[in-house]
């Protein structure tokens, strides 16, 4: 079957199914989204048997074939252990290091591993989703800013040619720039009234 032609969501979806299904006898879904590659449980097995299984016989052999005993040395099997001892303990512990962390490994949980990592993936996400909206309220408002900047410094030169408008208008017809215009309509009302009442 040649997946290409298949939409990949469908196939997903597939595998949710079958993981629920099959969920009574322990099956985990794998993660959504993953990267990984899928390998066949032969080989991982034979890696893991490798490791387990090194033959340490043809390197345990070349160390005692560098054992050297000086002509005039007593060989009694005291020495002979003592110098076996001290050219293979290092190796030895190495070794059994070796195998202590390829049998850690192989209890670690990927799947759990694998979880945590897309859970944070997910959350740096969101986080970085958060700032570019945070930059864009803030964008918003400094261009908004600049507008009514903008459009105060426009006001106020708006106000400044109707200032000068008014005191050539004043002029025009004599009135006092001095007195306020709140005033002078009072005045010109009190006088109109005047003319009234005569």
Request: proline share 2%; net charge positive.
């Amino acid at each position: 079957m040649n997946s290409e032609k298949i939409n990949p969501d469908y196939l997903v979806e597939l595998q949710t199914k079958f993981a629920q299904h099959n969920k009574k006898w322990g099956l985990i879904r794998g993660v959504k989204g993953s990267r990984l590659k899928h390998v066949p449980l032969k080989v991982f097995y034979k890696m893991v048997d490798r490791i387990m299984t090194a033959s340490y016989k043809k390197k345990i052999n070349e160390m005692i074939d560098r054992i050297e005993f000086s002509v005039g040395e007593r060989l009694s099997i005291d020495s002979i252990r003592d110098k076996i001892r001290e050219h293979l303990t290092p190796y030895i512990n190495s070794a059994t290091r070796e195998k202590k962390i390829y049998r850690e490994f192989t209890k670690i949980d990927f799947h759990k591993m694998q979880e945590e990592l897309i859970a944070d993936q997910k959350k740096l996400k969101l986080e970085r989703e958060n700032i570019i909206a945070r930059k864009k309220i803030y964008a918003e408002a400094i261009n908004k800013d600049v507008e009514q900047s903008k459009e105060i410094n426009n006001l106020i030169s708006e106000n400044e040619k109707l200032r000068l408008q008014l005191l050539a208008i004043q002029k025009k017809f004599g009135v006092d720039p001095e007195i306020n215009l709140y005033q002078n309509a009072s005045n010109a009302k009190n006088n109109q009234i005047a003319k009234l009442k005569k």
